[in-house]
């Protein structure tokens, strides 16, 4: 889908960007990478589905617009019957037992800050309607009509939970990373990136948060935080590369197979703002390859070279 045509069937509003700002758990990705997964494409479709769900809860889409399992599917880049995801997403499915999501018929039609020296969000909800106007509403939508609850967007944890703490990231951000809702817009309505890239780019945002100028990383350490094979990590370093997405600065001069770990230097990657990323593609720099044998001949050279200065240096150098 184009841009406009996921925003539009999204509902997202992009009036002052009140609607842009959602803050995720960074506990999120060891989370996920716990999970046997049926395939590992399911992974980065777990993040991007419960960051959706949960930008819906957040601005009170379902009393706006009609969301449904077929239209999340479809924004999310899979076909509206395709049911090889249904057992993550299900009631009672794998999000629903990690305690990430809640099947729940009661939904939000309106949100407001509380006044007050915190601001906390408020939300009606359907329960909170008159009968009768409850009763219109459930007739409106359909009386199966079930919607899934951002759980530690409201309880952080278990105990929380359970006793009904509101202590979630919607009343408290420490340990988050914030994900504009036009990232996700952007992933979305492009196919070479969809789930997959808004997983990698929000991961290496979180990693940009809490480093602040760069994340320094080699590929197979990224490949195993992220839970993402080796060999499709490097296809979507490229994409976010080369939609700007991300700036990748390489320490080295070359890649060198077999190079000993004292001499490899990890990529800093660099996560850009929305405002950064590029529509068209831009052309990107990729490390030259070099063989340890002819590496280790440069080396040889370089040392031989520095010698020879240092020898010819005036005396009171």
């Known amino acids: 889908m184009k841009y406009e045509d996921v925003k539009k069937l999204s509902g997202y509003n992009d009036f002052k960007g009140f609607e842009t700002d959602l803050y995720m758990p960074n506990e999120i990705f060891d989370d996920l990478k716990k999970i046997q997964f049926k395939s590992t494409s399911h992974l980065a479709f777990s993040y991007s589905y419960i960051y959706l769900i949960t930008w819906f809860y957040r601005y009170a889409k379902y009393g706006q617009i009609y969301v449904n399992v077929k239209m999340i599917k479809e924004i999310l880049g899979y076909k509206p019957n395709y049911e090889k995801i249904d057992y993550i997403i299900k009631k009672d499915g794998i999000l629903?037992?990690?305690?990430?999501?809640?099947?729940?018929?009661?939904?939000?039609?309106?949100?407001?800050?509380?006044?007050?020296i915190n601001l906390d969000i408020e939300f009606c909800l359907l329960s909170d309607l008159d009968e009768i106007v409850r009763l219109d509403e459930v007739k409106r939508r359909g009386r199966n009509t079930k919607i899934k609850y951002p759980v530690k967007h409201f309880h952080r944890d278990k105990e929380s939970f359970e006793c009904g703490d509101l202590d979630g990231i919607f009343y408290d951000i420490s340990n988050t990373h914030m994900i504009d809702f036009q990232v996700f817009l952007f992933c979305m309505s492009n196919k070479e990136l969809g789930c997959t890239?808004?997983?990698?780019?929000?991961?290496?945002?979180?990693?940009?948060?809490?480093?602040?100028?760069?994340?320094?990383?080699?590929?197979?350490?990224?490949?195993?935080?992220?839970?993402?094979?080796?060999?499709?990590?490097d296809k979507y370093i490229d994409v976010l590369k080369k939609f700007r997405m991300i700036n990748c600065i390489y320490n080295q001069e070359y890649y060198v197979a077999g190079l000993s770990k004292e001499e490899r230097k990890a990529n800093t990657y660099i996560t850009n703002e929305y405002v950064a990323f590029s529509d068209e593609v831009v052309p990107?720099?990729?490390?030259?390859?070099?063989?340890?044998?002819?590496?280790?001949?440069?080396?040889?050279?370089?040392?031989?070279?520095?010698?020879?200065?240092?020898?010819?240096?005036?005396?009171n150098f």
């Open 96 to 116: 629903d037992q990690i305690n990430y999501t809640l099947t729940t018929k009661d939904y939000p039609l309106t949100w407001e800050f509380k006044e007050g």
């Open 197 to 233: 890239g808004f997983y990698l780019y929000c991961y290496l945002k979180k990693m940009n948060d809490k480093y602040g100028e760069g994340y320094d990383v080699p590929l197979p350490n990224l490949a195993y935080e992220t839970g993402i094979k080796p060999r499709t990590l």
């Open 284 to 315: 990107i720099m990729k490390m030259r390859s070099m063989t340890l044998e002819d590496y280790e001949k440069k080396k040889l050279e370089s040392v031989v070279i520095e010698e020879n200065v240092n020898d010819n240096l005036p005396l």
